[in-house]
């Protein structure tokens, strides 16, 4: 399979870990939209947010909580933070691997 987080979660492709779990992975998006942009991933490969929910609904459950278990590792929890996950094209997602976005570190538009 020639997935881009599927090769950061094996190891073959280098990438800034802040959190390496069981079933998530958290590491630095390489092109930051916040001073905070972290991605947490499941270690196996869904195509999309939609995908794991139906799959594997408790997974989804643990990418939040990882997620905000970064948050406040990263000293970010008691300003706040965003996750956000992009669903298909349209929906902007680039990378088709599941995955949340975690935005924080500023005050995030709308």
Known sequence: ?????????????PADVVFDGERTLAFRDIA?????????????????????AAADPALVGELITTAGQ???????????YRMIFNTGADGGQTVFHAHLHLLAGTKLPW
């Open 32 to 52: 930051p939209k916040a001073p905070v942009h972290i991605l947490v991933v499941p270690k196996v490969h869904y195509p999309d947010a939609a995908t794991v």
């Open 1 to 13: 399979m020639d997935c881009l987080f599927c090769k950061i979660v094996s190891g073959d492709i």
């Open 70 to 80: 970064v948050a406040a590792d990263q000293g970010v929890s008691e300003g706040g």
